[in-house]
Nanobody, 124 residues
Framework: VQLQASGGGLVQTGGSLTLSCGTSRNTFSNHILAWFRQTPGKEREFVSAITWAGGTATYADSVKGRFTISKDDTKNMVSLQMNDLKPADTATYYC??????????????????WGQGTQVTVSS
């Protein structure tokens, strides 16, 4: 299973970006797909997750109300719409996936599959 993240870039404070994560797997019906982010010297931080079956979304408090996670079953893709971006959102963003029976939503170590990361830089 391969995850391919894209959509990162440089944006000013208050701007928007949409990250996408394409998968090579036909279905993640029993999986949770998530976004994490990481800055140098820090642990990977949970951002948001969505259950593939049912589409239940979870957000970190730091992004709630600004970020929206969604999935496209026909394209096997998960997206993260990021609005009102702040310099504190600057990080490398990773998409991840794992079986619902294994995953603890906000715990990176419980996810099985990871994308390569895409850089988001928010200038002040």
């Amino acid at each position: 299973v391969q995850l391919q993240a894209s959509g990162g870039g440089l944006v000013q404070t208050g701007g928007s970006l949409t990250l996408s994560c394409g998968t090579s797997r036909n279905t993640f019906s029993n999986h949770i797909l998530a976004w994490f982010r990481q800055t140098p010297g820090k642990e990977r931080e949970f951002v948001s997750a969505i259950t593939w079956a049912g589409g239940t979304a979870t957000y970190a408090d730091s992004v709630k109300g600004r970020f929206t996670i969604s999935k496209d079953d026909t394209k096997n893709m998960v997206s993260l719409q990021m609005n009102d971006l702040k310099p504190a959102d600057t990080a490398t963003y990773y998409c991840a996936a794992g079986p619902r029976t294994r995953v603890i939503v906000a715990t990176a170590a419980t996810y099985v599959y990871w994308g390569q990361g895409t850089q988001v830089t928010v200038s002040s």
